[in-house]
């Protein structure tokens, strides 16, 4: 389960830091690091949306499309682990 933390962790944060560099940004993306505070716009937030279900192949819930679950890469990488556990269990 350890490496697909990982796994999962490093696609994301490529996913935001894409999404920066596209804006002529760089940050340094931690795991707890507020997205809004690296520099991502509202409109890059559904990028980044739209990035992640093409990324792991699943549509996110609209239940699920709450600023707390795009609050940080651990927020984000939390929901898409459990959708991912969700998809597989069924």
């Known amino acids: 389960m350890q490496a697909f933390d990982t796994e999962l ?31 991502l716009t509202s409109m890059d937030m559904v990028n980044l949306m739209l990035g992640v279900e093409a990324e792991f192949d699943f549509t996110i819930p609209q239940s699920e499309i709450t600023p707390e679950n795009f609050q940080s890469v651990e927020t984000l990488e939390r929901m898409v682990a459990s959708q991912l556990q969700q998809a597989t269990a069924a």
């Open 9 to 39: 962790r490093s696609r994301i944060i490529k996913l935001v830091k894409g999404i920066l560099a596209q804006n002529s940004l760089a940050a340094d993306v931690t795991p707890q690091a507020k997205l809004v505070d690296a520099g």
